[in-house]
């Protein structure tokens, strides 16, 4: 009984005791919301921080914005870290924050008060008492997401105590983000409108100290694209010129879209900034394949303009989803075809490696700018590389190489310097310094070709010349057509004893310094051989002597022709197109050009030309004259010219009209009658 007893007085005792705690544990939680509440005694000019916990909830319900609403049951969360940081891991979409104020301002202080947020990613609403008091961005369905955007102020009025709730929503995680990201990134201060408006002052001061070399650097890579342009529009062969002036404009796009902090919509400036790397990653690629002399790999040419024309599509494409998601594809969605579409590009960039070590192997023979290209390009390509390749997939594989090449080597007047940092820079400086060492050389280059070029404006009076003269009883016109600058035709008219004249006439193959001086060396073997034969065989056969071996594998046609007086005329020919005498073509039997043998043989052919009568020499130039249907100005044409006897001059502006294609020379000889007097009509150009 006595055991009984006292069991029944220890349950009794036990029951007294739960029933006496129950009153003071709901005192607990009543009073658990002033306990959790921030105070703020004496809150004057100064500003205070909003830290210690938050409470916390995932998902989206209007009611949290109530102040009314017990929020006890929520978790709670620190401000100073992301949410990813605190046991929420991976998490995207809608979060709240709460958290109760209670202010006392200090005397003569203003009543209003005023909110900054450092940042929360990625967009947000803030209610102050359940009244919406500001935003950054729209929340889904609508979504606009800003980034790196400054810190943002918001005032609250003449407030004293009150519950501050933040709707937040994060976007969904792309391929290299980290599992740590979403909701606060700096802690929220509080104070007077004044105060927030310094403490913000100061910290965009300080932002825009640590990017001074960032944007230093941009300046420069912009007023190098600027220049680089300019060059290329003035020469458009120069094509290393115009990749480098796509390959520097990219860090001034970017600039402009991430780092000034405007607030431009997210998937707008995500779909820029892909299609401006892949374009600046293709450029890169065709710079260096220039600055080390890779161009003529036509393969290599091919593999690369694939690989670039992959890279921008798939850069554009992984830019492009951002239009897409939430509303048309789902979150993984959105991260299968993020990784998917960004390995060409993470697999692309070991490029400009590959292509340094194609020059070593290949034994390229560089300058030293060009091995400056090189040595920086590869550092450069592979660290970077690297970095991305391991950033992909990192909250999955929480890898720590990415974050470790990204960290700080040293830090400069409060600007950081990381490894990429400082191998993008020395390679960009690299490759100024090759294309200015590269322009210079193209420069020395060009000034050798107009000098070249020169020589052979000089050259050009020998080969046709300027004044000729009279023939007794003949009217003499000639043209000359140079299809460029200087051409290989040439003509000599010789006066011989006893009133006869030597007439040379013929092209030589190639154009420029070598023609002009092929062309030099024949007029000077046409006018010694003269001084010893007046045969025009004989004159063939001596410059073909002289000509073999020595046109370094080029040729000569050439007529010949010894006029005299009284109308007899005798021509022979080197492979040349026949004369025309009126609307006829004069046959000759067949030869060889000059200089192609030492034993060609030529044959002479007599005429007589009778009054009225015209003989018209010219050169293949003439003949194939070549219309835009790239139609031939063919034989007919050339037949039904001569005709009508025109002037040189106007023949050879009916193929200038039809189509020229190479150089044109023509000369006339039309004999007169008794006692008419005797013209002689030239047209040539004039050296400058």
């Given at each position: 009984m006595l055991f009984r007893f006292r069991l029944a007085l220890l349950l009794l005792i036990a029951v007294f005791l739960i029933a006496s705690a129950a009153p003071a544990r709901a005192a607990v939680d009543s009073a658990s919301p002033a306990s959790r509440a921030l105070v703020l005694d004496g809150l004057g000019k100064g500003t205070a921080p909003i830290d210690g916990p938050w409470q916390f909830h995932l998902g989206d319900d209007a009611a949290w914005a109530n102040p009314s609403f017990d929020d006890s049951g929520w978790e709670q969360l620190t401000a100073d870290k992301s949410w990813g940081a605190q046991m929420h891991p991976n998490y995207t979409g809608f979060a709240w924050y709460r958290k109760s104020i209670q202010i006392s301002p200090a005397p003569g202080a203003s009543p209003d008060v005023a909110l900054m947020i450092p940042a929360i990613d990625d967009a947000y609403e803030l209610y102050w008492n359940g009244v919406e008091v500001g935003h950054l961005g729209t929340l889904p369905p609508h979504v606009v997401i800003y980034s790196g955007v400054p810190p943002q102020t918001f005032g609250l009025g003449p407030v004293r105590t009150g519950v501050l709730a933040i709707r937040v929503w994060k976007y969904v995680l792309a391929s290299n983000d980290p599992d740590t990201l979403g909701g606060f990134e700096g802690v929220p201060i509080i104070g007077s409108p004044d105060a927030i408006a310094a403490a913000k002052g100061n910290l965009d001061f300080k932002w825009l100290r640590r990017q001074q070399f960032q944007f230093g650097l941009t300046s420069l890579y912009a007023l190098v694209s600027l220049l680089s342009f300019i060059a290329w529009l003035r020469d458009?062969?120069?094509?290393?010129?115009?990749w480098m002036s796509l390959f520097a404009v990219e860090p001034t796009i970017a600039t402009v879209l991430l780092e000034l902090r405007l607030p431009y919509s997210w998937a707008w400036v995500q779909f820029l900034v892909q299609a401006t790397i892949a374009a600046r990653e293709a450029a890169g690629w065709f710079l260096i394949i220039w600055l080390l002399q890779l161009h003529e790999e036509t393969r290599l040419v091919r593999y690369v303009r694939i690989a670039a024309v992959a890279g921008l599509a798939s850069g554009i494409a992984d830019g492009f989803l951002s239009f897409l998601y939430p509303n048309l594809i789902s979150a993984i969605q959105m991260q299968i075809a993020d990784a998917l579409l960004t390995f060409p590009s993470v697999a692309f960039?070991?490029?400009?490696?590959?292509?340094?070590?194609?020059?070593?192997?290949?034994?390229k023979r560089l300058d030293l700018a060009r091995w400056l290209v090189a040595i920086f390009?590869?550092?450069?390509?592979?660290?970077?590389?690297?970095?991305?390749?391991?950033?992909?997939?990192?909250?999955?594989?929480?890898?720590?190489?990415?974050?470790?090449?990204?960290?700080?080597?040293?830090?400069?007047n409060g600007n950081n310097f990381s490894l990429p940092t400082v191998l993008r820079t020395l390679m960009f400086l690299s490759i100024v310094y090759a294309v200015i060492h590269y322009t210079i050389e193209g420069r020395r280059r060009q000034n050798a070709m107009e000098q070249e070029l020169q020589n052979a404006r000089e050259l050009q009076q020998v080969l046709v010349p300027e004044t000729m003269p009279t023939l007794a009883g003949f009217t003499l016109t000639s043209a000359y057509r140079p299809a460029q600058e200087v051409g290989g035709d040439f003509f000599q008219i010789i006066p011989l004893d006893r009133g006869s004249t030597l007439i040379v006439l013929g092209d030589v193959s190639g154009k420029g310094l070598k023609a002009a001086m092929a062309v030099?060396?024949?007029?000077?073997?046409?006018?010694?051989?003269?001084?010893?034969?007046?045969?025009?065989?004989?004159?063939?056969?001596?410059?073909n002597r002289r000509l073999v071996g020595r046109l370094q594998g080029g040729f000569a046609t050439a007529v010949a022709l010894r006029l005299d007086s009284n109308g007899e005329?005798?021509?022979?020919?080197?492979?040349?197109?026949?004369?025309?005498?009126?609307?006829?073509?004069?046959?000759?039997?067949?030869?060889?050009?000059?200089?192609?043998g030492p034993s060609a043989v030529f044959e002479e052919v007599r005429l007589q030309l009778r009054e009225l009568d015209q003989l018209a020499l010219y050169t293949d130039g003439l003949l194939e004259a070549r219309s835009q249907s790239g139609e031939l100005y063919s034989f007919d044409r050339l037949q039904a010219l001569f005709s009508g006897r025109p002037t040189a001059d106007q023949a050879a502006q009916a193929a200038v009209s039809f189509g020229q294609d190479d150089d044109i020379t023509v000369l006339t000889l039309t004999r007169l009658k008794t006692g008419e007097e005797v013209s002689v009509a030239i047209e040539v150009p004039v050296p400058a």
């Amino acid at each position: 009984m006595l055991f009984r007893f006292r069991l029944a007085l220890l349950l009794l005792i036990a029951v007294f005791l739960i029933a006496s705690a129950a009153p003071a544990r709901a005192a607990v939680d009543s009073a658990s919301p002033a306990s959790r509440a921030l105070v703020l005694d004496g809150l004057g000019k100064g500003t205070a921080p909003i830290d210690g916990p938050w409470q916390f909830h995932l998902g989206d319900d209007a009611a949290w914005a109530n102040p009314s609403f017990d929020d006890s049951g929520w978790e709670q969360l620190t401000a100073d870290k992301s949410w990813g940081a605190q046991m929420h891991p991976n998490y995207t979409g809608f979060a709240w924050y709460r958290k109760s104020i209670q202010i006392s301002p200090a005397p003569g202080a203003s009543p209003d008060v005023a909110l900054m947020i450092p940042a929360i990613d990625d967009a947000y609403e803030l209610y102050w008492n359940g009244v919406e008091v500001g935003h950054l961005g729209t929340l889904p369905p609508h979504v606009v997401i800003y980034s790196g955007v400054p810190p943002q102020t918001f005032g609250l009025g003449p407030v004293r105590t009150g519950v501050l709730a933040i709707r937040v929503w994060k976007y969904v995680l792309a391929s290299n983000d980290p599992d740590t990201l979403g909701g606060f990134e700096g802690v929220p201060i509080i104070g007077s409108p004044d105060a927030i408006a310094a403490a913000k002052g100061n910290l965009d001061f300080k932002w825009l100290r640590r990017q001074q070399f960032q944007f230093g650097l941009t300046s420069l890579y912009a007023l190098v694209s600027l220049l680089s342009f300019i060059a290329w529009l003035r020469d458009r062969k120069q094509w290393l010129l115009f990749w480098m002036s796509l390959f520097a404009v990219e860090p001034t796009i970017a600039t402009v879209l991430l780092e000034l902090r405007l607030p431009y919509s997210w998937a707008w400036v995500q779909f820029l900034v892909q299609a401006t790397i892949a374009a600046r990653e293709a450029a890169g690629w065709f710079l260096i394949i220039w600055l080390l002399q890779l161009h003529e790999e036509t393969r290599l040419v091919r593999y690369v303009r694939i690989a670039a024309v992959a890279g921008l599509a798939s850069g554009i494409a992984d830019g492009f989803l951002s239009f897409l998601y939430p509303n048309l594809i789902s979150a993984i969605q959105m991260q299968i075809a993020d990784a998917l579409l960004t390995f060409p590009s993470v697999a692309f960039e070991v490029i400009p490696a590959v292509l340094v070590a194609i020059a070593i192997v290949k034994r390229k023979r560089l300058d030293l700018a060009r091995w400056l290209v090189a040595i920086f390009a590869f550092l450069s390509g592979t660290v970077y590389w690297l970095s991305n390749a391991s950033a992909q997939g990192v909250r999955f594989t929480h890898w720590t190489l990415a974050r470790r090449i990204e960290a700080p080597l040293f830090v400069f007047n409060g600007n950081n310097f990381s490894l990429p940092t400082v191998l993008r820079t020395l390679m960009f400086l690299s490759i100024v310094y090759a294309v200015i060492h590269y322009t210079i050389e193209g420069r020395r280059r060009q000034n050798a070709m107009e000098q070249e070029l020169q020589n052979a404006r000089e050259l050009q009076q020998v080969l046709v010349p300027e004044t000729m003269p009279t023939l007794a009883g003949f009217t003499l016109t000639s043209a000359y057509r140079p299809a460029q600058e200087v051409g290989g035709d040439f003509f000599q008219i010789i006066p011989l004893d006893r009133g006869s004249t030597l007439i040379v006439l013929g092209d030589v193959s190639g154009k420029g310094l070598k023609a002009a001086m092929a062309v030099s060396m024949i007029v000077g073997a046409v006018r010694t051989l003269a001084e010893t034969t007046s045969s025009p065989a004989a004159i063939l056969a001596g410059l073909n002597r002289r000509l073999v071996g020595r046109l370094q594998g080029g040729f000569a046609t050439a007529v010949a022709l010894r006029l005299d007086s009284n109308g007899e005329c005798t021509l022979a020919s080197a492979g040349h197109p026949g004369p025309f005498v009126n609307e006829n073509e004069l046959k000759f039997p067949g030869a060889l050009p000059l200089g192609l043998g030492p034993s060609a043989v030529f044959e002479e052919v007599r005429l007589q030309l009778r009054e009225l009568d015209q003989l018209a020499l010219y050169t293949d130039g003439l003949l194939e004259a070549r219309s835009q249907s790239g139609e031939l100005y063919s034989f007919d044409r050339l037949q039904a010219l001569f005709s009508g006897r025109p002037t040189a001059d106007q023949a050879a502006q009916a193929a200038v009209s039809f189509g020229q294609d190479d150089d044109i020379t023509v000369l006339t000889l039309t004999r007169l009658k008794t006692g008419e007097e005797v013209s002689v009509a030239i047209e040539v150009p004039v050296p400058a």
